[in-house]
């Protein structure tokens, strides 16, 4: 059984890290710790965002006898087209990190304007839905896909990606 350590005490990374394990063949045990990431609230760029889950990852590895430390950070990036959502993991094993990235979904120019004005995507996402704990659930890519991917899936996504190198690191050497 491997014994994971997550750098969040959010129910969508705790499940996403578990399914991506699971996806892989292995029982997993999965500890939770709120460790800081080390960026902003709201990450605005990739480098941003992989340095916060790489911190979250370590940070959570330290906490005691894991096989890896898990962390994933949300962030949102400019481009030319828009502002795109995507998410990053970040794994440690204690001699090798394993980074993989989610999809990107462009996001609604109001909202996009929001956050370029200092706002956070979570509380914004509350607000502009009614709910409450947006980010705990489906996330704003479940609200903006209708459910057809959630939040969860794409931290899951992103976290098999990157144990693609775990997986065969023969190919990686």
Known sequence: MLKISVGSTNPVK????????????????????????GVSDQPTSDQEAIEGARKRAER?????????G?????SVADTNFGMFL???AFLIDGKNGYLGGGG??????SIADRIRNGEELGPVMDEVTGRIGVKEGEGAIGVFTDGIITRKDAYR???????????NPELYS
């Open 157 to 167: 996504n992103a976290l098999v990606f990157a144990l693609a190198k775990y997986l």
């Open 86 to 88: 995507t998410g990053w």
């Open 14 to 37: 705790l499940e996403a890290s578990r399914e991506a394990f699971e996806l892989t063949g292995e029982e997993v045990e999965v500890a939770k710790f709120d460790v800081q990431s």
């Open 60 to 68: 959570a590895k330290e906490r005691g006898d894991y096989d890896f």
């Open 104 to 109: 990107r979904l462009l996001l609604p120019e």
């Open 70 to 74: 898990v962390g994933l950070e949300g």
